[in-house]
């Protein structure tokens, strides 16, 4: 868990305990646990939106590379030489 062991969560935990106070402690630790929780909604919320998003551009892309290609009148047409001699 964030690289931390239990040692170093023991002494968070009992620095926590003497500047919060026991009373305290229990109504931080569910405070955190609900924000952490929020943060990983919308992350996951935002992760789908950029999922549909990507999956949109691959449709479109794909149904521009298999639409019939048109071909414009110039490039049907032979180009004309002019006929000038020097």
Same mark, same amino acid.
Do not use: Y
């Given at each position: 868990?964030? %690289? @931390?062991?239990?040692? &170093?969560?023991?002494?968070?935990?009992?620095?926590? @305990?003497?500047?919060?106070?026991?009373?305290?402690?229990?109504? @931080? $630790? *569910?405070?955190? %646990?609900? %924000?952490?929780? !929020?943060?990983?909604?919308?992350?996951? %919320?935002?992760? &789908?939106? @950029? /999922?549909?998003? *990507?999956? +949109?551009?691959? /449709? $479109? $892309? =794909? #149904?521009? /590379?298999?639409?019939? =290609? !048109?071909?414009?009148?110039? +490039?049907?047409?032979? !180009? *004309? *030489? #002019? /006929?000038? =001699?020097?």
């Amino acid at each position: 868990m964030f %690289g @931390l062991g239990f040692g &170093e969560l023991m002494v968070i935990f009992l620095i926590a @305990l003497i500047f919060i106070g026991p009373k305290k402690l229990p109504e @931080l $630790a *569910k405070g955190l %646990g609900k %924000g952490l929780r !929020e943060f990983q909604n919308a992350t996951k %919320g935002f992760s &789908e939106q @950029l /999922d549909q998003a *990507k999956r +949109e551009i691959t /449709d $479109a $892309a =794909h #149904s521009v /590379d298999t639409a019939p =290609h !048109e071909t414009s009148s110039a +490039e049907t047409q032979p !180009e *004309k *030489k #002019s /006929d000038t =001699h020097t």
